[in-house]
C-alpha cells in the first residue's frame, strides 16, 4: 500500500498537472529566468508548490490544515477559488465569488454519498461574478469520503475538471499518509501501555514483597527502597511525552537495580561504564530498562552462584552505542529470532521484541537490537542510537498537539 501511494505522488501528480500548468504557461508566455524549458520551469513549480500544502495536509483536514493549504491547492490548479469541506462544513474559501459558499454547499449530498465528482454551473445574479462554474472533487481515505475539494472558476473546462480531480487525488494521499501517522502513533502508544502492564506484575510484586521483609527488621533500609520504588514507578508511568535523554533512563535503571538488589543481595554485580557526553542522547521513553530486566531474568535464571551484568554506553561519533551483557543462562538463537518476529512470547519476551520494535519504527530497521547469545553462554545486546535524529528531541510526543 505504501509502495502504491508513493508512486501516485510521484508519478500522476506531477506528470497531470505540470501539463495543466504547461498549457497555461503555453497560452501565456512568461520569461522563465533562465530555469530551462517551458515543461521543465512548469515540473518546478509544481512540485514546489505541490511541496509547500503537503505538510498542513499530512495533520489530517481540519479548518487549521485547510486554511493553510488552500492557496497553495488554488495555486496548482490556477482557478480563481477553490475550497475544502468536511462532511458538514465549509473549511475554508480561497479566492473571489465567497458569496456562493450556501450554493456548494448545497450540492455537496451526491459527491459526498457517492464518492464521484460533479461539475455545474453556479448561479449568480450579479453581472460581474468571476466565477460561473464549480468542480466538487471526493477527498476519500480508504474508501471513504472525508470531504471535498471545489475549484471554482470562468467557465467549464474539461482540463479543470481533470485536473481537480487528480488535485483532489493527490490532497486524499497526503490525508491517508496522515492516516497512517495516526494509526502508527496509536501503535506505538498501545506497545507501550503492554510494556508497562509486564513490568507492573511480577516486578512490582518481587518490590513490594521485599519491602515487606524489612519494615520490621530494618525500617530505615525499607523506608529506601520504598523511595527506590517510588521514583522508579513514577518515571515509568510518567506522561510528560514518550522520548527520553540517556541520562534519565540510567536513572530509572539505578532505581530498579537497587531494588533488584535487595532481593538477591550479592548474587547480582552490575557494573557500568558511562562516557558524559552520551547522557543528552535522546531515546524512546523505557527502552534500555527492559534490556536491563532481561539481562537479570535471564542471568540469574538456573544458576545457583552470581550473575555480572554490564551497561556501557560509548560515544560512536554520530552515534551512541549502549551495550547491556551478562553471563546468564543465555538463549537458543532460533528461539530469540521467533520472538523478536512475534511468532512467540514467552515470558520476558515481550520487552525485547517491544524495545527492538520501535528503535525500527523510530531511527530506521538498521538500527534495531543487535543481540548475541547462546544457551549457556550469557546474552549480549547492542543498541546503537543515533544522536542528532531528525525530529526526535527531548521534547517531542507521540502525539499531536
Given at each position: 500500500m505504501t509502495g502504491f501511494l508513493a508512486g501516485?505522488?510521484?508519478?500522476?501528480?506531477?506528470?497531470?498537472?505540470?501539463?495543466?500548468?504547461?498549457?497555461?504557461?503555453?497560452?501565456?508566455?512568461?520569461?522563465?529566468?533562465?530555469?530551462?524549458?517551458?515543461?521543465?520551469?512548469?515540473?518546478?513549480?509544481?512540485?514546489?508548490?505541490?511541496?509547500?500544502?503537503?505538510?498542513?495536509?499530512?495533520?489530517?483536514?481540519?479548518?487549521?490544515?485547510a486554511r493553510r493549504s488552500a492557496r497553495r491547492l488554488r495555486t496548482l490548479l490556477g482557478t480563481d477559488a477553490l475550497c475544502l469541506t468536511d462532511h458538514e462544513n465549509l473549511l475554508v474559501w480561497d479566492g473571489v465569488?465567497?458569496?456562493?459558499?450556501?450554493?456548494?454547499m448545497e450540492r455537496l449530498a451526491g459527491p459526498l454519498e457517492s464518492g464521484r465528482g460533479e461539475a455545474f454551473r453556479l448561479h449568480c445574479e450579479l453581472p460581474d461574478c468571476p466565477v460561473r462554474w464549480a468542480m466538487i472533487a471526493p477527498l476519500t481515505v480508504d474508501d471513504r469520503v472525508h470531504g471535498t475539494l471545489v475549484a471554482c472558476a470562468p467557465r467549464e473546462s474539461a482540463v479543470l475538471v481533470r485536473a481537480a480531480g487528480e488535485v483532489a487525488r493527490w490532497v486524499s494521499v497526503q490525508l491517508e499518509l496522515a492516516d497512517l501517522d495516526r494509526s502508527r502513533t496509536r501503535l506505538i502508544e498501545a506497545e507501550i501501555r503492554a510494556l508497562r502492564a509486564q513490568i507492573s506484575p511480577h516486578f512490582i510484586f518481587n518490590s513490594l514483597a521485599v519491602i515487606a521483609s524489612f519494615v520490621r527488621t530494618d525500617p530505615e533500609r525499607a523506608r529506601e527502597l520504598l523511595l527506590e520504588f517510588a521514583d522508579f514507578t513514577r518515571y515509568s508511568f510518567?506522561?510528560?511525552?514518550?522520548?527520553?535523554?540517556?541520562?534519565?533512563?540510567?536513572?530509572?535503571?539505578?532505581?530498579?537495580?537497587?531494588?533488584?538488589?535487595?532481593?538477591?543481595?550479592?548474587?547480582?554485580?552490575?557494573?557500568?561504564?558511562?562516557?558524559?557526553?552520551?547522557?543528552?542522547?535522546?531515546?524512546?521513553?523505557?527502552?534500555?530498562?527492559?534490556?536491563?530486566?532481561?539481562?537479570?531474568?535471564?542471568?540469574?535464571?538456573?544458576?545457583?552462584?552470581?550473575?555480572?551484568?554490564?551497561?556501557?554506553?560509548?560515544?560512536?561519533?554520530?552515534?551512541?552505542?549502549?551495550?547491556?551483557?551478562?553471563?546468564?543462562?543465555?538463549?537458543?538463537?532460533?528461539?530469540?529470532?521467533?520472538?523478536?518476529?512475534?511468532?512467540?512470547?514467552?515470558?520476558?519476551?515481550?520487552?525485547?521484541?517491544?524495545?527492538?520494535?520501535?528503535?525500527?519504527?523510530?531511527?530506521?530497521?538498521?538500527?534495531?537490537?543487535?543481540?548475541?547469545?547462546?544457551?549457556?553462554?550469557?546474552?549480549?545486546?547492542?543498541?546503537?542510537?543515533?544522536?542528532?535524529?531528525?525530529?526526535?528531541?527531548?521534547?517531542?510526543?507521540?502525539?499531536?498537539?
Amino acid at each position: 500500500m505504501t509502495g502504491f501511494l508513493a508512486g501516485l505522488l510521484v508519478a500522476v501528480l506531477p506528470l497531470l498537472a505540470a501539463g495543466f500548468w504547461l498549457g497555461r504557461r503555453t497560452a501565456r508566455p512568461e520569461s522563465l529566468g533562465g530555469l530551462g524549458t517551458p515543461v521543465e520551469h512548469a515540473t518546478f513549480e509544481t512540485l514546489h508548490t505541490a511541496s509547500l500544502a503537503a505538510p498542513p495536509l499530512r495533520a489530517g483536514l481540519t479548518e487549521e490544515t485547510a486554511r493553510r493549504s488552500a492557496r497553495r491547492l488554488r495555486t496548482l490548479l490556477g482557478t480563481d477559488a477553490l475550497c475544502l469541506t468536511d462532511h458538514e462544513n465549509l473549511l475554508v474559501w480561497d479566492g473571489v465569488g465567497d458569496h456562493h459558499r450556501t450554493e456548494i454547499m448545497e450540492r455537496l449530498a451526491g459527491p459526498l454519498e457517492s464518492g464521484r465528482g460533479e461539475a455545474f454551473r453556479l448561479h449568480c445574479e450579479l453581472p460581474d461574478c468571476p466565477v460561473r462554474w464549480a468542480m466538487i472533487a471526493p477527498l476519500t481515505v480508504d474508501d471513504r469520503v472525508h470531504g471535498t475539494l471545489v475549484a471554482c472558476a470562468p467557465r467549464e473546462s474539461a482540463v479543470l475538471v481533470r485536473a481537480a480531480g487528480e488535485v483532489a487525488r493527490w490532497v486524499s494521499v497526503q490525508l491517508e499518509l496522515a492516516d497512517l501517522d495516526r494509526s502508527r502513533t496509536r501503535l506505538i502508544e498501545a506497545e507501550i501501555r503492554a510494556l508497562r502492564a509486564q513490568i507492573s506484575p511480577h516486578f512490582i510484586f518481587n518490590s513490594l514483597a521485599v519491602i515487606a521483609s524489612f519494615v520490621r527488621t530494618d525500617p530505615e533500609r525499607a523506608r529506601e527502597l520504598l523511595l527506590e520504588f517510588a521514583d522508579f514507578t513514577r518515571y515509568s508511568f510518567r506522561r510528560h511525552g514518550d522520548f527520553t535523554t540517556l541520562a534519565d533512563e540510567l536513572h530509572a535503571i539505578d532505581h530498579y537495580l537497587a531494588l533488584v538488589r535487595a532481593r538477591f543481595g550479592d548474587r547480582l554485580t552490575v557494573t557500568l561504564q558511562i562516557a558524559p557526553e552520551v547522557l543528552p542522547v535522546t531515546l524512546p521513553f523505557l527502552c534500555l530498562q527492559p534490556l536491563v530486566e532481561n539481562a537479570v531474568k535471564h542471568g540469574l535464571e538456573g544458576k545457583t552462584g552470581t550473575c555480572r551484568i554490564q551497561i556501557t554506553a560509548q560515544d560512536e561519533g554520530a552515534e551512541a552505542l549502549v551495550v547491556i551483557e551478562d553471563d546468564g543462562a543465555g538463549m537458543d538463537p532460533g528461539l530469540l529470532r521467533r520472538i523478536l518476529a512475534g511468532e512467540i512470547s514467552p515470558s520476558g519476551g515481550i520487552g525485547l521484541s517491544n524495545v527492538d520494535d520501535r528503535l525500527r519504527q523510530v531511527y530506521g530497521d538498521d538500527h534495531g537490537l543487535v543481540i548475541e547469545t547462546a544457551p549457556g553462554a550469557g546474552m549480549k545486546i547492542t543498541a546503537r542510537l543515533p544522536k542528532y535524529q531528525p525530529g526526535v528531541h527531548q521534547t517531542a510526543r507521540l502525539t499531536p498537539e
